[in-house]
């Protein structure tokens, strides 16, 4: 069986930014490598809640990032992941936006992930959190995803 990996929103969005800066050339060429190298060898998952994300900015590149996301499985909220979102927040080791990375996480624990990928070093990929994530989510009797970047996987620096 195939590992399962949660596709944050930085993913798409890195995929086809429109970005110019070195920093966001750079995620945009590793995430491109890992999507041809890597994306097939596992399950592809993700959530209304990045595609909703991907509907901002401008349209052309919007549709592009979303369509990143056809055929794969969309994880709709339920009660379950609302109240996981909310622990996190409350425990401090999210930011306190029920939209954003907290419900990320949320979403890729409670579906039991193997790994949730992203470009979101501050709050997520950070290993100064992952002890924490990780005692939280046992207390709740969840496992906790690998969170990684891109980078990982291909060897370079995020």
Not at 17 to 34: H, I, N, Y
Not at 73 to 87: K, M, S
Not at 143 to 156: H, Q, S, W
Request: one cysteine or more; a negative charge; hydrophobic letters at 40%.
């Amino acid at each position: 069986m195939q590992k399962r990996i949660y596709l944050e929103t930085t993913i798409p969005s890195s995929y086809y930014t429109l970005r110019t800066d070195e920093e966001s050339l750079v995620k945009q060429r590793l995430t491109r490598q890992w999507w041809h190298e890597y994306a097939e060898l596992f399950t592809l998952t993700s959530s209304t809640a990045v595609a909703t994300e991907l509907r901002r900015g401008e349209r052309e590149a919007a549709q592009k990032r979303l369509d990143l996301l056809d055929g794969i499985e969309l994880f709709e909220p339920t009660v379950e992941i609302t109240q996981i979102t909310q622990i996190y927040i409350d425990r401090l080791i999210m930011p306190k936006e029920p939209q954003g990375d907290a419900l990320h996480l949320a979403f890729a624990t409670f579906h039991q992930v193997d790994v949730l990928l992203t470009w979101n070093c501050a709050h997520l990929a950070n290993p100064n959190k992952f002890n924490f994530i990780i005692r939280i989510n046992q207390e709740l009797g969840l496992p906790t995803p690998m969170i990684t970047t891109p980078a990982d996987y291909l060897g370079g620096t995020s």
